[in-house]
């Protein structure tokens, strides 16, 4: 497996996971993460968004980062 497949699957992942991440947010109610529980897992709600924002905006500069690579075909 070359480097280059390697961070195509790494970009995939990234932008299955940040889809995932966006609809489990809650900004004025429950959202999706409601449904399984997952505000439960957490001491509290503020720490169960604060931890949402954090995997978020990190799988969302690791996607856009990846994204600018592959695009300017730096890799190759």
Do not use: C
Not at 10 to 35: E, Y
Not at 41 to 50: D, G, N
Request: aromatic fraction near 8%.
């Amino acid at each position: 497996m070359k480097a280059y497949q390697l961070v195509q699957i790494i970009w995939g992942t990234s932008a299955s996971l940040l889809i995932i991440l966006v609809l489990l947010h809650s900004p004025k109610g429950d959202g999706l993460g409601g449904i399984g529980g997952q505000a439960q897992l957490f001491t509290s709600t503020k720490s169960a968004e604060k931890t949402l924002n954090r995997i978020t905006w990190a799988l969302s500069i690791t996607f856009i980062t990846l994204t600018i690579a592959l695009s300017a075909g730096w890799l190759n």
